[in-house]
């Protein structure tokens, strides 16, 4: 179990960056999600629309298609300027070209996350040279929940100390 002293998981900025990171979305490019509503692609994108966040969902085999709301995009270059954040659900090895694309076509892009199981160095070298935020190995869906308390209400002992019942 890591305490106060041991260092954060790979990827993962400390819960109050990740506060700051998950209040600020606004728009989020969901690349990789899949119209089954039992993927997890699917749950955490929907999710994130029920926080308020507009979802641009991103799959090339879907796109033209409908899903919360939007039209699904074939690629991260298709979506609207407004994305500010691109959650990825890739393989690791296909995260540089993605993350490449959205910067070279997301003017207000912020932040770039993989979700869990999904790394790349090459992105979060990119990502640190211009200067946006990167979390790697994590999924916003359980960093929202754990953060804002939601997961207390299941019984998990999140280690944040509120006074909201």
């Given at each position: 179990m890591r305490g106060p002293t041991m260092p954060p998981l790979s990827g993962a900025p400390d819960d109050e960056t990740l506060r700051r990171i998950l209040r600020g979305i606004k728009t989020v490019a969901v690349v990789g999600v899949s119209a089954n509503p039992v993927r997890p692609?699917?749950?955490?994108?929907?999710?994130?629309?029920?926080?308020?966040?507009?979802?641009?969902?991103?799959?090339?085999?879907?796109?033209?298609q409908t899903l919360f709301g939007e039209e699904v995009r074939a690629t991260v270059a298709?979506?609207?300027?407004?994305?500010?954040?691109?959650?990825?659900?890739?393989?690791?090895?296909h995260v540089p070209p993605?993350?490449?694309?959205?910067?070279?076509?997301?003017?207000?892009?912020?932040?770039?996350?993989l979700q869990i199981g999904v790394e790349s160095e090459a992105a979060r070298?990119?990502?640190?040279?211009?200067?946006l935020d990167f979390v790697q190995?994590?999924?916003?869906?359980?960093?929202?929940?754990?953060?804002?308390?939601?997961?207390?209400?299941?019984?998990?002992?999140?280690?944040v100390i509120s006074s909201r019942l």
């Open positions: 692609s699917y749950f955490v994108a929907r999710y994130l629309g029920l926080k308020g966040m507009r979802v641009i969902p991103v799959n090339p085999g879907l796109a033209g298709d979506c609207p300027p407004e994305v500010d954040t691109i959650d990825v659900f890739r393989r690791s090895d993605i993350v490449e694309e959205a910067v070279a076509h997301l003017p207000n892009l912020r932040t770039v996350w070298a990119l990502c640190a040279e211009r200067g190995n994590r999924c916003p869906k359980i960093e929202f929940q754990r953060l804002f308390g939601e997961l207390r209400m299941g019984g998990f002992n999140t280690g």
